[in-house]
């Protein structure tokens, strides 16, 4: 069975700071995708990453940044001098791929980042 | 080029009542999946739509059930409601041959 745990359940940081939020998943498949998604107050889920399992480079897009360490099944998130606009609730979800590709998304249960001007 | 929509914003119903909520998918997208999110909670999948027939199920009732369109528009409709299924219900469209999952902005039920 696939489980995404997010142990954070609240940070807060000063605007500036850097904040790595923290994800840990379960699967038994071998091939699976690892997302991160941002859901602003507004209730929408934005998509920020996605990983393919067989893919263990650490990814930077501007000021966010992702390890993907699966000798620990982590795919952890950092962002770097963050933001106001940065506060959110982050998840962490996980999906198989079965041949026909797309499939349903595991989440865990967020964690809800504030950042304080 | 729009991306996924959803209808209406809010709704809100009593116990027993039904409802029937929308979904258009992003545009050249054929699959629609759909997620319920309690409050404080991560999304759960409900179910997933792909050529008009429900591809996969989460762990829900036969309660929910849902439909798929020709022109890959969705609905989810929810019977006998109970003041548990209050939730924000959250459609997400994709192509069936990618991982990427785009979200709407869903609909805010709310049972009284």
């Known amino acids: 069975a696939q489980k995404v745990t997010q142990a954070q359940t609240e940070i807060s940081v000063v605007e500036k700071e850097d904040v790595t939020l923290d994800c840990v998943y379960e699967?038994?498949?071998?091939?699976?995708?690892l997302f991160w998604y941002k859901q602003p107050p507004s209730g929408e889920l934005v998509f920020l990453i996605r990983r393919n399992s067989f893919d263990e480079q650490n990814e930077i897009s501007g000021r966010y940044s992702w390890n993907f360490q699966k000798s620990t099944s982590s795919f952890n998130f950092t962002i770097t001098a963050s933001q106001v606009v940065d506060s959110a609730v982050y998840f962490c979800?996980?999906?198989?791929?079965?041949?026909?590709?797309?499939?349903?998304?595991?989440f865990g249960t967020g964690t809800r980042l504030t950042v304080i001007p | 080029d729009a991306g996924v929509t959803q209808s209406p914003t809010h709704l809100i119903k009593t116990r027993g009542q039904q409802v029937t909520l929308r979904c258009s998918p992003k545009?050249?997208?054929?699959?629609v999946s759909w997620y319920q999110q309690a409050l404080g909670q991560g999304p759960q999948f409900i179910f997933q739509?792909?050529?008009?027939?429900?591809?996969q199920r989460g762990n829900f009732p036969d309660r929910f059930s849902g439909h798929q369109f020709p022109n890959y528009s969705s609905e989810l409709n929810v019977n006998a409601l109970l003041l548990g299924d209050s939730a924000l219900y959250l459609c997400?469209?994709?192509?069936?041959?990618?991982?990427?999952?785009?979200f709407g902005p869903g609909t805010r039920l709310t049972v009284l």
């Open positions: 979800a996980l999906s198989e791929v079965e041949g026909t590709g797309a499939n349903n998304l595991f």
């Open positions: 997400a469209s994709s192509l069936i041959r990618s991982g990427e999952q785009f």
């Open positions: 545009s050249g997208h054929d699959t």
């Open positions: 699967t038994r498949d071998t091939t699976y995708y």
């Open positions: 739509y792909y050529e008009e027939e429900e591809r």
